[in-house]
T-cell receptor
């Protein structure tokens, strides 16, 4: 079992560029989440999904979009990257309660 | 007032000591509680998950929940240098998939 995997591990973008972060889980979990973690801000929820084909906004959704076309995958998109989106992004999955996190993606927007 | 308060530390203790990490919360609706360990530049790793008041033990780790006082603790016995990490508490409600609140984390250092 790989658990939760994230692609890519690192990325540098220029302001205005777009990209997609991929999260995959092999635990057959219904719920999936995208967080960002910034120094002094802790983990903040961007978007989440309670099942295939569903998405919902979290605490800080602006500037991000998500899709859950397959149960095992949860994609996070940045349409026009801004320096304020420089952060570490974590994906998590959950059966119903506890969450299991991926290794993270370090994104720098210059 | 934050829903979850966690002392940020840093906390430094000698190897072999018992470590106590704590969180307080204000929302009595929280039903389940978790502790995560996060090494530098890694993802949070689930250590303990519990949904009832009392103690839950797993090896050198004990999670304690006191719902009446809105207080949770993680105890680490026989601490090792490899326990040096940031520890996050978290709590949630089964009725809401998005209502999961994380503490800001306590940075722990175990001195050999």
């Amino acid at each position: 079992n790989a658990g939760v995997t994230q692609t890519p591990k690192f990325r540098v973008l220029k302001t205005g560029q777009s990209m997609t972060l991929l999260c995959a889980q092999d635990m057959n979990h219904e719920y999936m989440y995208w967080y960002r973690q910034d120094p002094g801000m802790g983990l903040r929820l961007i978007h989440y999904s309670v099942g295939e084909g569903t998405t919902a906004k979290g605490e800080v959704p602006d500037g991000y979009n998500v899709s859950r076309l397959k149960k095992q995958n949860f994609l996070l998109g940045l349409e026009s990257a801004a320096p304020s989106q420089t952060s570490v992004y974590f994906c998590a999955s959950s059966p119903y309660g506890e969450q299991y996190f991926g290794p993270g993606t370090r994104l720098t927007v210059t | 007032q934050k829903e979850v308060e966690q002392d940020p530390g840093p906390l430094s203790v000698p190897e072999g000591a018992i470590v106590s990490l704590n969180c307080t919360y204000s929302n009595s609706a929280f039903q389940y509680f978790m502790w995560y360990r996060q090494y530098s530049r890694k993802g949070p790793e689930l250590l303990m998950y519990t949904y009832s008041s009392g103690n839950k033990e797993d090896g050198r780790f004990t999670a304690q929940v006191d719902k009446s006082s809105k207080y949770i603790s993680l105890f680490i016995r026989d601490s090792q240098p490899s326990d040096s990490a940031t520890y996050l508490c978290a709590m949630g409600q089964y009725s809401s998939a998005s209502k999961i609140i994380f503490g800001s984390g306590t940075r722990l250092s175990i001195r050999p």
